[in-house]
């Protein structure tokens, strides 16, 4: 069974979000029967001065029908989604008259500037984007374990979804950062794999 299972990605100027969901795409392509294609939209990257973006492809709207679940991705900026994700997402009006991404198992991750950075307030505005579209809200709660704990050393992420801390640009995800993202990326690919067999059964 093939599953599909996109990382929508609005690409962070410093592409901390881009590491983490390299991460989520290898822990999701590591439950077996998943295969975990990427997108990767390149508005404003030039205004940006965001550094030259790899060869992930880029997703439309009208193609997240065809998939079976999403991780999204995306900066914070002022305690939610970037604008220009938002105005993905707006897009989706069609799919949103007809439902078609109901019932569909979704999860989000981030990057903030600090830790004061709203990180909890940035998932929360994003679940209102899932639940109008009738999706399943996925988040991996305290599944990553000890790693949920770590009082030693500065460490992003939340029982929302992985994150990591961008600051001026220069810190770039710990390891420990990584790990949970693989951890967020297996943790739905494999929700997501009972789902679909259970809709096929």
């Not at 790899?54 to 065809?66: K, N, R, S």
């Amino acid at each position: 069974m093939q599953v599909p299972f996109p990382c929508s990605l609005y690409y962070s100027m410093y592409g901390h979000v881009e590491k983490l969901a390299q991460e989520i795409k290898k822990g999701a392509a590591s439950v077996e029967g998943v295969e975990v294609p990427e997108t990767l939209p390149e508005e404003v990257l030039g205004k940006m001065g965001a550094p030259p973006k790899t060869d992930a492809p880029i997703i439309t709207a009208d193609e997240l029908a065809t998939a079976d679940g999403f991780v999204f991705g995306f900066p914070t900026r002022f305690g939610m989604m970037p604008a220009q994700f938002k105005a993905f997402l707006n897009s989706t009006g069609g799919l949103w008259r007809t439902q078609q991404l109901a019932g569909k198992p979704a999860g989000i991750f981030y990057s903030t500037g600090s830790q004061g950075g709203e990180q909890e307030t940035t998932a929360l505005t994003a679940i209102t984007q899932l639940v109008h579209h009738g999706m399943i809200f996925i988040p991996i709660g305290y599944t990553f374990g000890a790693g949920m704990f770590e009082m030693e050393n500065v460490k992003d992420g939340s029982p929302y979804g992985a994150g990591t801390y961008a600051g001026d640009g220069s810190r770039q995800p710990s390891q420990l950062e990584l790990d949970q993202a693989f951890h967020q990326g297996k943790y739905l690919a494999s929700i997501t794999k009972k789902l679909k067999k259970e809709q096929a059964a």
